[in-house]
């Protein structure tokens, strides 16, 4: 039977350090449109959905007007919007992405996908330890995993972040990439005004092409090419 994979990428506007991040440009593209675009170039998903809020008006006023297929669920419970997301989009594998992770890289799911495929796992990331730059989360797990999950969390801290509860508990079968050279400590998720101008110096550098690699970032920042304006920030 073919498995339809699927990522969803949760998103809402109300983020307290920086509102309304997601909708920022860069060259007169929202980075949530960016996001979307360079994961569209993945050979291994089917579709890519956001997961948002009944909230969220101008991000989903922006998605029907781009034709980008979303889902609105709980707030607080991301679990139960994960869930409810996968059920309603047939999910069989679910890739978990952030909204802060603009700079997600297709190629990089597309092998971590044929990992997950190759093993009997459940759930499968590069979090525990993390080894990849921060922004580079990916988390792979099965609909039953979700679904199990959604029905067995009790804590209010495992519904707020979708995964805990897998990850502590022992019936799930679990596995974690590490990369060959420890890149923790490069910053390119997106959460301060300091990581939107340093996500924007990657984006110029390359402009107009969206399709690159995240070696190739890490290369330029380790050659003094691309400077970044958040390296303090932890």
Same mark, same amino acid.
């Given at each position: ?71 609105? !669920? ?25 909204? @802060?992770?603009?700079?997600? @890289? ?8 044929? /990992? %997950? ?23 792979? %797990? ?27 508990? /022992? ?28 996500? /924007? ?17 890490? %290369?330029?920042?380790?050659? !003094? ?10």
């Amino acid at each position: 039977m073919v498995k339809k994979k699927i990522a969803i990428i949760q998103a809402r506007l109300n983020s307290v350090r920086l509102p309304n991040k997601i909708l920022l440009k860069i060259n007169s593209t929202p980075l949530i449109e960016i996001l979307y675009k360079r994961l569209k170039r993945s050979k291994e998903l089917d579709d890519v959905i956001i997961a948002t809020t009944r909230d969220s008006k101008n991000l989903i006023k922006f998605l029907e007007k781009k034709k980008i297929k979303y889902f609105v !669920g709980s707030e607080s419970n991301v679990l139960k919007r994960y869930y409810e997301a996968a059920k309603k989009y047939n999910a069989n594998i679910i890739v978990r992405i952030t909204a @802060d992770g603009i700079l997600a @890289d297709p190629k990089l799911i597309d092998a971590f996908l044929r /990992k %997950f495929s190759k093993m009997e796992i459940d759930y499968l990331s590069n979090q525990q330890p993390v080894s990849y730059p921060d922004g580079l989360d990916i988390e792979i %797990f099965n609909f039953k995993s979700l679904k199990k999950a959604y029905l067995l969390a009790k804590k209010k801290y495992d519904k707020e972040h979708v995964t805990p509860f897998i990850q502590k508990n /022992k019936i799930f079968k679990k596995y974690n990439i590490m990369n060959d050279e420890d890149l923790s400590k490069i910053r390119l998720t997106l959460d301060e005004l300091e990581d939107y101008e340093s996500i /924007k110096n990657i984006f110029m550098f390359f402009k107009p092409n969206i399709d690159f690699s995240w070696k190739k970032i890490v %290369f330029l920042i380790k050659k !003094g090419n691309i400077k970044l304006t958040n390296t303090h920030l932890q």
